[in-house]
């Protein structure tokens, strides 16, 4: 990383906290709601993922790469899911080190009674506050930023 000492013009810095203020205010609206479902961001995530399988099932290794996720993070996430009976943990046999996560029935019952709401608020604090250009260009926009 280059640290020339570049240090960010006005417009650059409103710019950055204006992005930091909307995620964060945003971040914490939706975080809210999931929590009165029942389900904090993270198992939401996972849940996800695990829907997402077409047999409702992922590598654990699998499952920390489409979360972006340390795989030591997404064992704890797991295991803390498991003790509430929403995830199931199985050994791979032919892999010592592997693991399966396999959603339960409470774990759909419990994302598909957050998913509603939680898509409702989606849309309201973000999706439909952007016309179809402004969807577009953002899109545009935020693949530019993914490294």
Same mark, same amino acid.
């Given at each position: 990383?280059?640290?020339?000492?570049?240090?960010?013009?006005?417009?650059?810095?409103?710019?950055?906290?204006?992005?930091? %203020?909307?995620?964060?205010?945003?971040?914490?609206?939706?975080?809210?709601?999931?929590?009165?479902?029942?389900?904090?961001?993270?198992?939401?995530?996972?849940?996800?993922?695990?829907?997402?399988?077409?047999?409702?099932?992922?590598?654990?290794?699998?499952?920390?790469?489409?979360?972006?996720?340390?795989?030591?993070?997404?064992?704890?996430?797991?295991?803390?899911?498991?003790?509430?009976?929403?995830?199931?943990?199985?050994?791979?046999?032919?892999?010592?080190? %592997?693991?399966?996560?396999?959603?339960?029935?409470?774990?759909?019952?419990?994302?598909?009674?957050?998913?509603?709401?939680?898509?409702?608020?989606?849309?309201?604090?973000?999706?439909?506050?952007?016309?179809?250009?402004?969807?577009?260009?953002?899109?545009?926009?935020?693949?530019?930023?993914?490294?």
């Amino acid at each position: 990383m280059n640290h020339d000492g570049r240090w960010l013009r006005s417009d650059e810095e409103a710019l950055w906290r204006a992005w930091l %203020g909307v995620h964060a205010r945003q971040h914490v609206v939706i975080a809210r709601d999931l929590k009165a479902s029942g389900l904090s961001e993270p198992d939401f995530e996972v849940l996800v993922h695990l829907t997402d399988a077409p047999d409702g099932q992922r590598r654990l290794s699998e499952l920390a790469a489409g979360l972006q996720w340390e795989r030591s993070r997404v064992s704890h996430q797991v295991t803390r899911m498991a003790k509430r009976g929403l995830v199931e943990r199985h050994d791979v046999a032919e892999d010592a080190r %592997g693991a399966r996560v396999v959603i339960t029935r409470e774990g759909r019952a419990a994302i598909e009674k957050a998913a509603p709401p939680h898509v409702a608020r989606v849309r309201e604090v973000f999706i439909d506050r952007l016309d179809a250009a402004d969807r577009v260009d953002l899109a545009r926009i935020l693949r530019k930023l993914v490294p």
